[in-house]
């Protein structure tokens, strides 16, 4: 039996891996921000006989006090995570900062990432075949960091923070194994591409209406979007650090992934949170 820790795993894609993973006997700690979702989850859990697998921990991942939360819930019931796999992700139509004073897309998207990954390290490390699944946006649309603004406190739009976000998790999987250059842990950056979910919903309503038509037109639904995922954290790749687009492996000579600025965005970061 696995142990995986998923976040946004009441919903949308972290929930269909959640429950995959339950139906096959593994143990899931779903977390996400809303109760109501969270104890659906669980209940479906049981209704497949899998309710003593499943636990909900419910944690605002945008707020520096929700992933403190988050690391003591996960520490609290076990020792040993084989699998932690980033989904939570919202789109915001305008810009709004959390309770710490930080954009919100920033903090949920990229910080809540580079909080939990480095928090849970020596769980990962305690077992077998460690994979981080970062859920991100390798190879999609284009987006740059915006290094003297991160939080985009100067022409926010909602795509341009969800843009950033993505090349910012690029980043985050490149310095991991810098950090960690002596551990098992592998790090699998992954773009779903369009999946059927409720991302979204925030929308507006004219570009809901069209965003959802264009799912239904060209997306996957959850079930389909699910198996490569989960064949990627079953055999993980040899290499600390891979990308893929749907099956298609990236190279990562590519400007998203550079190493110096993998660097510069880890130090920017960590000097954040000191502050």
């Known amino acids: ?46 209704a497949i006989g899998a309710g003593e697998r499943a636990v909900f921990l419910c944690a605002d991942l945008s707020t520096l006090a929700g992933m403190r939360t988050a690391l003591d819930g996960i520490t609290a019931r076990t020792e040993v995570v084989d699998g932690l796999i980033f989904g939570a992700q919202r789109f915001q139509p305008r810009r709004t900062e959390t309770e710490d004073g930080i954009e919100f897309t920033f903090a949920l998207h990229y910080l809540s990432r580079f909080v939990l990954g480095h928090g849970l390290v020596a769980a990962l490390e305690r077992t077998s075949a460690p994979v981080i699944m970062n859920i991100c946006g390798p190879g999609g649309f284009p987006g740059r960091i915006h290094w003297d603004d991160l939080t985009l406190s100067r022409g926010y739009t909602g795509v341009r923070a969800a843009m950033q976000a993505s090349r910012a998790n690029d980043l985050l999987g490149i310095a991991f194994p810098q950090r960690y250059p002596d551990a098992r842990t592998r790090y699998v950056l992954y773009n779903p591409m369009m999946v059927r979910t409720a991302m979204a919903d925030p929308l507006p309503t004219s570009q809901r209406i069209l965003t959802k038509a264009a799912g239904y037109v060209v997306g996957r639904s959850v079930d389909q979007a699910v198996p490569p995922i989960a064949r990627l954290l079953d055999e993980p790749p040899a290499d600390p650090v891979t990308a893929f687009r749907r099956r298609t492996r990236l190279p990562l000579t590519r400007k998203d992934f550079d190493p110096d600025n993998a660097i510069r965005l880890d130090t920017l970061t960590t000097e954040l949170l000191r502050r």
């Open 1 to 46: 039996m696995r142990t995986y820790v998923i976040t946004g795993g009441t919903d949308g894609m972290g929930k269909g891996l959640g429950l995959h993973f339950l139906r096959r006997g593994d143990r899931v700690i779903a977390l996400a921000s809303g109760t109501t979702k969270g104890e659906a989850f669980v209940r479906e859990a049981a």
